[in-house]
């Protein structure tokens, strides 16, 4: 489930990191809350459960080198190798409104746990370790 509450949403992924946060953008009442996914990928064309992703009707923030043959409808491409604070401060224009959550890779996620401090509602954080 998504977490309880009101405030908008801000989920930051990096490769499988997004899995967590598919279980719960598939959860009863997902579809009524405001959230915004950045995902990174290395290849903007092999995006895993992209398919399910498109399905669920979040609108993504797809960062990857190169642009995608086909970009799904409510999603935007941001050419980048990854993720930074930046980056999500740039394509994400409520940031400071929204709670940010963040799974992947242990180094972005501790990258983005300092550079989104201060510039999100709140930053919690989940590292898959064994990348």
Known sequence: ????????????????????????????????????????????????????????????????PGAPRDLPAGWRHVDAPYVTADLVGDAVADLGERAAYVSGPPAMVAALRGGLRGRAARVRTDAFAGY
Not at 21 to 26: K, M, N
């Open 1 to 64: 489930m998504l977490p309880r509450g009101d405030r908008p949403l801000l989920l930051v992924a990096g490769g499988i990191g997004v899995t967590p946060f598919l279980s719960q953008l598939r959860s009863p009442g997902a579809a009524d809350r405001d959230v915004v996914l950045v995902y990174g990928v290395p290849d903007a064309d092999d995006v895993a459960y992209r398919d399910e992703l498109v399905a669920t009707g979040v609108p993504v923030v797809l960062v990857a």
